[in-house]
């Protein structure tokens, strides 16, 4: 199965900067990455697909770029309902896999 | 809206059968492709499986599980199931039923599953 990476475990980052999520896989995945959110005790959250196609209801500030086995979640101004696990999922090959998360904090 | 809703039993015995129940609002199971997910308590999300209605009822597995799991849908009751046999520790999760695949739009909001003598 394809393995997805995600770095970095951990990003601290304030209230209005911008963060910048990585995603690698360990083989091409083309375009069919997803991107979800988590918070405590909630479910995830469908944030994008296709790479950088944003689910309904999701703000502009999230945005999706990358290609084949990197790939890159953009919050350009975090908001303070933003601090959240961050997931990324390919779905090119069965199963879909996800990456181990990385956790935004401030 | 849709709206999912996972019920089943908190607590398994090692060996025995997991079995989950997803109630469906806002929509008909007779669509969409219907999915089981997991999360290990503090650990990343696995994928369990999906099934989908087309006349007959598709279903993939993830292979790490395909010999332990059925998934089935019920269209009168407008609800789909897991069964997860001979379950041990490591399947203890938050297992959350979801609409989509193999990408989840909808989630159920997750129940807990600890398998424990």
């Known amino acids: 199965e394809i393995v997805m990476t995600q770095s970095p475990a951990t990003l601290s980052v304030s209230p209005g900067e911008r963060a910048t999520l990585s995603c690698r896989a360990s083989q091409s995945v083309s375009s069919h990455l997803a991107w979800y959110q988590q918070k405590p005790g909630q479910a995830p959250r469908l944030l994008i697909s296709?790479?950088?196609t944003r689910a309904t209801d999701i703000p502009a500030r999230f945005s999706g770029s990358g290609s084949g086995t990197e790939f890159t979640l953009t919050i350009s101004s975090l908001q303070s309902e933003d601090f959240a696990v961050y997931y990324c999922?390919?779905?090119?090959?069965?199963?879909?896999?996800f990456g181990q998360g990385t956790k935004v904090e401030i | 809206q849709v709206q999912l809703q996972e019920s089943g039993p908190g607590l398994v015995k090692p060996s025995d059968t997991l079995s989950l129940t997803c109630a469906v609002s806002?929509?008909?199971?007779?669509?969409?492709?219907w999915s089981w997910i997991r999360q290990p308590p503090g650990k990343g999300l696995e994928w369990i499986g999906h099934?989908?209605?087309?006349?007959?009822?598709?279903?993939n597995y993830n292979p790490s599980l395909t010999s332990r799991v059925t998934i089935s849908l019920n269209t009168s009751k407008n609800q789909f199931s897991l069964m997860l046999r001979s379950v041990t520790a490591a399947d203890t999760a938050v297992y959350y039923c979801?609409?989509?695949?193999?990408?989840?739009?909808?989630w159920g909001q997750g129940t807990l599953v600890t398998v424990s003598s």
């Open positions: 099934a989908h209605y087309t006349g007959t009822t598709d279903y």
């Open positions: 806002g929509g008909s199971i007779s669509t969409y492709y």
């Open positions: 979801a609409r989509g695949s193999p990408v989840a739009g909808y």
């Open positions: 999922q390919q779905y090119n090959n069965w199963p879909p896999t």
């Open positions: 296709g790479t950088s």
